[in-house]
């Protein structure tokens, strides 16, 4: 029996979930425990939550923001035009695969002169976003111009975007947990003029 093109497609797909599943679970396994306990204090502990991020990590930090918001606390994506002044005690959560997109270095300069503290998400742990944070998370995908594919078969910085999703998500359902607050009491907060 043969099968047809749409079969065969499915079936590369299938494949291909699975390679991307496969990849976000060898990152799981490389993350530094204090470094994810470091991170979840930071963010207790904030009284704003500041998070910036450019291109599809940027897409990925919104939904960290949102699911943050979610949970109670008072955050805000950087560059929106509502965006307050960030002040001692706050935290600017900027992730960036290279650790050298200009826009972020420098908004982690500005912070850390504000007197906040500054937890960098990044795939290296020697970049200018590395050097100025106070706290990073290191993320063992592939940069964005890693085009041998010694770390992943995905195109550009694919890895890191998804585990940035993955790995926010996981933070929220851990702070959600030791909140112990219901999904009834959370649902007041999300949007509801849409």
Do not use: C
């Not at 007197?115 to 970049?127: D, H, K, P, R």
């Amino acid at each position: 029996m043969h099968m047809t093109i749409d079969e065969k497609k499915a079936t590369t797909v299938k494949g291909n979930l699975e390679m991307i599943l496969v990849e976000n679970t060898w990152l799981l396994k490389q993350l530094k425990q204090e470094q994810v306990d470091t991170f979840i204090q930071e963010i207790i502990q904030a009284n704003a939550i500041f998070i910036i991020a450019a291109g599809r990590s940027g897409f990925s930090m919104r939904s960290a923001a949102m699911r943050l918001m979610h949970i109670g606390y008072t955050v805000y994506f950087v560059g929106e035009t509502t965006t307050p002044a960030i002040r001692p005690g706050d935290l600017l959560i900027a992730a960036s695969g290279s650790g050298t997109t200009t826009t972020i270095v420098k908004a982690a300069e500005k912070a850390i002169a504000a007197g906040a503290t500054v937890l960098a998400i990044s795939t290296t742990e020697n970049s200018p976003l590395a050097a100025v944070a106070s706290h990073l998370v290191h993320v063992a995908a592939a940069e964005k111009q890693d085009h041998n594919s010694t770390r992943s078969a995905q195109f550009a910085g694919s890895l890191f975007e998804q585990f940035l999703l993955l790995f926010n998500d996981a933070v929220f359902q851990t702070l959600w947990q030791s909140k112990q607050e219901s999904a009834e009491d959370m649902w007041e907060r999300h949007a509801n003029l849409e």
